[in-house]
């Protein structure tokens, strides 16, 4: 079975479908797509079924990252779907807890920043009202997050024994 990651935000346009991409990437030049599979979604409704922001397909596509997928909102069923699902900062992650009052998820719930190994900022911050810097700072702290969350993963998870 793949370890199935979830990268979420509020809208699915900008943060999370980079941090989906970037970890493809990754995954990709690790051969490890049959090992690992990766989603994005948005706590709100508010962009569903819209492609990534352009301003944020612009930043990643400067650093040789395509932007690919819809937005879809986060559900409850995704708990079970998925092994882990990581929140681009605080309010999203307490969005996806507030539909988890039993608390049952919550160890399979983690801030992205946590798996940065170079930079100190605890939170992946909301671009979408910001100039171009602010979209090629996400994609910077994401391909930090995301080098140190394969890490983590092929520690982890993979040399497991099956
Ligand atoms: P994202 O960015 O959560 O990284 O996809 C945003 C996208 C849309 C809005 C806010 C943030 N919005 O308010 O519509």
Request: net charge negative; charged share 25%; aromatic share 8%.
């Amino acid at each position: 079975m793949p370890y199935k990651l979830l990268f979420v935000c509020l809208g699915n346009i900008c943060r999370s479908p980079s941090a989906e991409n970037i970890m493809n990437h990754l995954v990709h030049q690790g051969g490890l797509e049959n090992q690992i599979l990766c989603d994005s979604a948005g706590t709100s409704s508010y962009h569903i079924g819209s492609a990534p922001d352009r301003r944020m397909a612009k930043a990643a596509g400067d650093r040789g990252i395509t932007l690919e997928g819809k937005a879809r909102q986060f559900t409850a069923e995704d708990f079970e779907a998925f092994d882990l699902i990581l929140a681009m900062d605080r309010d999203n992650y307490g969005q996806i807890l507030s539909l988890d009052p039993q608390r049952q998820y919550q160890d399979k719930v983690k801030l992205m920043c946590d798996f940065c190994r170079h930079h100190s900022l605890r939170e992946v911050p909301d671009p979408y009202y910001g100039g171009p810097e602010g979209f090629n700072q996400v994609i910077d702290l994401l391909l930090d997050a995301c080098a140190g969350l394969l890490e983590t993963i092929q520690q982890e998870q993979l040399e497991l024994p099956s």
